[in-house]
């Protein structure tokens, strides 16, 4: 038999961060490059290749220095950190005495998280409800995560300064766990600019249930959509995304989708494509236990 995976609400037992040997690391192996560049530099403009010599172990030896005390001292700010623990100490996780096969097993759905993000304007909204409906009449328990109903209750207290979009993005992902633990696909569809935050939303849901769908569309069809843009760029909107604030691209999604060059419903056949290519895997494993 293969081993059960375990259903429980156990936060992480550890956070990484950078200790001293890796602040040195990432100090040493930047220097060799940037020294080798200002060598090269000295040796092409003056013909001296001692001289490049000298000026590169001097450059190198002192910014080596202020550059691991400048990430020691940056490491021991709390200054723009996220305390990702919860404030008291006298809180314990406590462990499910039902695991997640059971749950399977019961509904009948492998659940996961398909977590959309684009600009505004991308059709995330649209492609989320869609979902929702095709998923349902396909006898799948799925449930939607709109990032505006999520600011009008769960995230109510919260703008979208960077660090007020950061704690919206765990909060929402904080809710798809619990709702993929109790066996139901969720469809979060909201903007979560930054890559960091996206990456943070996959630890927390974890990586073997965590797709990432980037939903795009050309600048001009984003406009026609969303009416929030002119607002924007009037100034009666602050921190949004794609004119006042930054928006970063996935690098690698699960799904690329172009919504302004493929219809709601190929949409759909491909995420469907992508929830049930996971039903089939789990469901294979069961058959072989």
């Not at 660090?163 to 765990?170: A, H, I, K, P, Y």
Request: charged share 30%; hydrophobic share 35%; glycine share 6%.
């Amino acid at each position: 038999m293969t081993e059960k995976r375990s259903d429980d609400y156990l936060a992480p037992d550890e956070i990484l961060i950078d200790g001293p040997r890796r602040s040195l690391a990432k100090a040493l192996t930047w220097r060799i490059i940037a020294t080798s560049t200002t060598m090269a530099i000295v040796a092409v403009f003056t013909g001296k290749l001692l001289l490049a010599t000298s000026v590169g172990i001097v450059e190198s030896l002192s910014k080596m220095l202020f550059y691991y005390l400048h990430e020691r001292a940056w490491n021991a700010s709390r200054f723009g950190k996220i305390v990702d623990k919860a404030k008291s100490d006298h809180v314990s996780a406590h462990r499910s005495a039902v695991t997640a096969e059971e749950r399977e097993q019961a509904t009948g759905t492998s659940p996961v998280t398909l977590w959309f993000t684009g600009l505004p304007g991308s059709g995330k909204t649209t492609l989320s409800y869609a979902l929702e409906r095709r998923l349902f009449d396909a006898g799948l328990r799925a449930v939607v995560l709109d990032g505006e109903n999520m600011r009008l209750g769960l995230c109510r207290d919260l703008g979208f300064e960077h660090e007020e979009r950061s704690e919206n993005v765990r909060r929402t992902a904080e809710s798809a766990k619990i709702l993929n633990r109790a066996g139901v696909i969720t469809i979060c569809g909201l903007i979560s600019p930054y890559e960091e935050d996206r990456r943070r939303a996959e630890g927390i849901i974890g990586k073997d249930r965590f797709f990432e769908v980037f939903l795009d569309a050309p600048e001009e069809i984003r406009r026609k959509r969303a009416s929030k843009y002119d607002l924007a760029e009037k100034g009666e909107i602050k921190f949004f995304s794609g004119v006042s604030d930054p928006y970063d691209r996935p690098s690698r999604p699960d799904l690329y989708l172009n919504t302004a060059e493929t219809d709601v419903d190929r949409c759909l056949d491909l995420l469907v494509e992508l929830v049930m290519g996971r039903q089939e895997r789990e469901e294979q494993k069961r058959e072989k236990v």
